[in-house]
């Protein structure tokens, strides 16, 4: 069998539409959820978040993340410890918000232990978010489960 022109071209084109098929296929298969569900919200308060941000950048080496064989510990410095009452722990992992963990800890409980279990393998994003006189702080550190 000879291959002319127009059967060469015919075959382009149906190897084509199913390349793209399945490429249209498994793009729709994607999750492509918001960071968070208020997204809007939450960029419309931005001002205020780099105003925290920039109030919390002398603790930044206050609090030391570090993962052993079955758990996570989070230890806040003996200063963070004696003037917070209570930390807000987000474990934001950005591939999949089903996998991401909120916990609450009372300060002078540090360090904290978190069990492995509850998290996945992969990298998550740690906030870390407590409250001094009225003015509240907030920490980002990576982790690698």
Request: charged content about 20%; proline content about 1%; cysteine-free.
């Amino acid at each position: 069998m000879k291959i002319n022109w127009g059967r060469a071209l015919i075959i382009f084109f149906i190897i084509f539409f199913v390349w793209v098929f399945s490429f249209v296929f498994f793009a729709m298969r994607q999750n492509n959820d918001l960071v968070t569900d208020d997204y809007y919200q939450k960029g419309a308060k931005y001002t205020d978040q780099i105003n925290i941000n920039q109030r919390s950048v002398t603790y930044q080496d206050s609090i030391k993340i570090s993962t052993t064989g079955k758990q996570v510990q989070i230890a806040l410095s003996k200063g963070l410890v004696k003037s917070a009452d209570s930390v807000q722990v987000y474990f934001f992992r950005s591939s999949d918000k089903t996998k991401d963990l909120r916990l609450r800890f009372k300060a002078a409980e540090s360090p904290f232990l978190i069990d492995k279990t509850q998290l996945m393998h992969g990298r998550y994003q740690v906030y870390l978010s407590w409250s001094l006189k009225n003015e509240n702080y907030s920490i980002t550190k990576i982790v690698d489960i």
